[in-house]
Nanobody
């Protein structure tokens, strides 16, 4: 069982920035990548970004709606994955979740096995 905990959500005006953190327990399997998902009110949960659990290939993925504005990174020594969110828009308002997924590939996020509890991001003027 992998445990994950998100933090860093909050309230921000449009155009602002937030950095989300996902602290996870040790990933013992090479088939454990990390993904970020979000769920807006009345909408289905969507996968928006992911990063591979590998120092060698460094695969990342972004859905088109966040590409160029969000940046995913990881500190493997701290078991932490970050999501830097810049140029925030009202439509980014959602609960953001991190999860263990497999795989993170160039075409999107695979299935998720373990989830964090989520952190609320609200973008409004």
């Amino acid at each position: 069982q992998v445990q994950l905990e998100e933090s860093g959500g909050g309230y921000m005006q449009p155009g602002g920035s937030l950095r989300l953190s996902c602290v996870h327990s040790e990933l013992s399997s090479p088939y454990n990548d990390i993904g970020w998902f979000r769920q807006a009110p009345g909408k289905e949960r969507e996968g928006i970004s992911c990063i591979s659990n590998s120092n060698s290939d460094g695969i990342t993925y972004y859905v088109d709606s966040v590409k160029g504005r969000f940046t995913i990174s990881r500190d493997m020594a701290k078991n932490t994955v970050y999501l830097q969110m810049d140029s925030l828009k009202p439509e980014d308002t959602a609960v953001y979740y991190c999860a263990v997924i497999w795989p993170c590939g160039p075409h999107g996020l695979g299935s998720a096995d373990y989830w964090g509890q989520g952190t609320q991001v609200t973008v409004s003027s």
